[in-house]
């Protein structure tokens, strides 16, 4: 069965520190996409981070990288220097090489003044 | 270029009635996804369309769901005689090409069925 986990439902981080968002996977097709995408309160989903499952180095988009442990299966979203706008919820997606996402649960991401 | 556009914003609707959700696909995109959102959890997949061609409605409920992409106009996610069940988030997404490399959201659909 393909599933994406997340087992972080909330995270309190002091400002300018960085910060690791977990995810794992399950899966044994040997080609798949991750993706990140934040959710503000406001509702929309702004798209992150993308990285290949065949990616010889792990993706980096400005102050948000993925750290991509094929063997473990896992791709965890680091924010360096994080900043006061990062409050939002974080989820966690694959594709299974179906046209079809699969999400995980989200993870809420609070950034302390 | 303006990005994926979802009407209304807000939609609220009593049990029985029906309801249009409207998704405009970023410009020359013809790809374009709807997924469902309930409180406090992930995105579900429901269809993917292309022009004129429902390509895979796996994540749809078989009654009182419908999905299509005419060749002029918006996606349009229909769903009838709703019931509270049916109140979550719905967005759509759009891409260029068939892989979801790049798959562009809209602001998503708030449904609330009283």
């Known amino acids: 069965a393909q599933k994406i986990t997340q087992t972080q439902p909330g995270m309190f981080v002091q400002e300018k520190e960085a910060v690791t968002l977990d995810c794992t996977y399950d899966?044994?097709?040997?080609?798949?996409?991750l993706f990140w995408y934040k959710q503000p309160s406001s509702g929309e989903m702004i798209f992150l981070i993308y990285?290949?499952?065949?990616?010889?180095q792990n993706a980096t988009e400005g102050r948000y990288s993925l750290n991509f442990q094929k063997a473990r299966k896992s791709a965890n979203l680091v924010i360096s220097a994080s900043q006061l706008g990062d409050s939002a919820m974080y989820f966690c997606?694959?594709?299974?090489?179906?046209?079809?996402?699969?999400f995980g649960t989200g993870t809420r991401l609070t950034i302390i003044p | 270029n303006a990005g994926v556009m979802q009407n209304p914003r807000h939609l609220v609707r009593r049990r029985g009635q029906e309801a249009r959700l409207r998704c405009s696909p970023m410009?020359?995109?013809?790809?374009v996804y709807w997924y469902r959102q309930l409180p406090e959890e992930g995105l579900k997949f429901m269809v993917y369309?292309?022009?004129?061609?429902?390509?895979?409605e796996s994540g749809m409920p078989k009654e009182r769901f419908s999905a299509e992409f005419p060749k002029e106009g918006p996606s349009i996610l229909r769903i009838q005689q709703v019931v509270r069940g049916d109140s979550a988030a719905y967005f759509c997404?759009?891409?260029?090409?068939?892989?979801?490399?790049?798959?562009?959201f809209g602001s998503g659909t708030q449904l609330s069925v009283l």
């Open positions: 899966t044994s097709d040997p080609s798949y996409g």
């Open positions: 990285q290949g499952s065949y990616d010889q």
């Open positions: 410009k020359g995109h013809s790809h």
């Open positions: 369309l292309q022009k004129e061609n429902i390509i895979d």
């Open positions: 997606a694959m594709d299974f090489g179906n046209e079809k996402l699969t």
């Open positions: 997404a759009s891409s260029l090409m068939v892989s979801n490399e790049k798959l562009f």
